[in-house]
């Protein structure tokens, strides 16, 4: 049961996660991170880590955020690793409380 991120982290893109992580499972895209559902370890280690608890375990997501499970798995495949962690971007404060925010992944 891998972790995954979903849509808290669009337009804030925190990376406090990868630098816990003890594999390369995270990839960045233009405004939000994803998880390889296949690199993932399970280790648990990104959750409690992220700022804006867009980590959660594939089996604990709510069924209104079912499309992030097929999202990171998909994103993964074409968007880049990131394995170091970097600033966020400068108004990704004012995005942590808005919700819905699936209309605003770039891909």
């Not at 972790?3 to 630098?19: A, L």
């Not at 404060?93 to 992944?105: A, F, G, R, S, V």
Request: glycine share 0%.
């Amino acid at each position: 049961m891998p972790f995954i991120v979903t849509q808290n982290c669009i337009k804030c893109k925190y990376t406090d996660c990868v630098e816990v992580c003890p594999v390369d499972c995270f990839h960045e895209g233009p405004n939000m991170l994803v998880i390889d559902p296949d690199e993932c370890i399970d280790c648990t280690l990104c959750e409690p880590e992220c700022p804006v608890d867009a980590i959660m375990c594939d089996e604990d997501v709510p069924e209104d955020m079912n499309e992030f499970i097929e999202l990171n798995a998909e994103l993964s495949k074409i968007w880049p690793v990131l394995n170091e962690i970097k600033p966020p971007p400068e108004d990704a404060d004012e995005w942590k409380e808005k919700t819905d925010k699936i209309q605003y992944l770039e891909r």
